[in-house]
């Protein structure tokens, strides 16, 4: 979806084309978007972000286990095979992870490979405004958590990615 909408246009449109224009916000997770529907109609974007948020926290461990799991590896295989939505290409080279150097990338692999093996998901993080060097350091203290820690830490910036992909689309 390329144009913005109103919040009057959001809160306008029936369910299906809600879901249709907002289900890949949570990465292909269109069940977050039918669940914040339920929510409308929204007084601000930051309301309409707070029930995506909602959908998403108030989800069963195995939906919230799939969503996390349906995040890629930040300069992951995906990302090398040109598989990532545009919206997570978007996010991942304004954070320079598309300009990785060879030792750079090795390093990211193994993260990402010692991450997911502790955890059980990937690692994800809003990476915008963020550049490789804040990331690898998030990285490096993030994978010391609890699985209990780290699940609530991905599950809110899994909520962190879904608002700044709304600010993008919805106007204020």
Do not use: C
């Not at 998901?121 to 209990?148: M, N």
């Amino acid at each position: 979806m390329s144009a913005r909408l109103t919040l009057r246009a959001v809160n306008a449109l029936p369910e299906l084309d809600f879901v249709v224009a907002f289900g890949g916000v949570a990465e292909h997770s269109p069940w977050v978007a039918e669940a914040a529907a339920a929510a409308r109609p929204y007084a601000s974007r930051d309301d309409m972000a707070a029930a995506f948020t909602a959908a998403i926290l108030g989800a069963g461990p195995e939906r919230q286990m799939a969503l996390l799991n349906a995040h890629p590896d930040l300069a992951g295989r995906a990302a090398i095979a040109g598989e990532l939505t545009e919206a997570s290409r978007g996010e991942q080279a304004g954070a320079g992870l598309d300009r990785l150097t060879p030792a750079e990338f090795a390093r990211f692999t193994n993260l990402n490979a010692a991450y997911r093996e502790r955890f059980g998901f990937p690692f994800i993080l809003a990476v915008k405004g963020a550049d490789k060097h804040t990331i690898l350091a998030a990285f490096e203290t993030r994978i010391a958590s609890s699985r209990e820690e780290e699940l609530a830490t991905a599950l809110r910036q899994v909520a962190r990615i879904v608002a700044y992909r709304l600010a993008d689309r919805v106007d204020g």
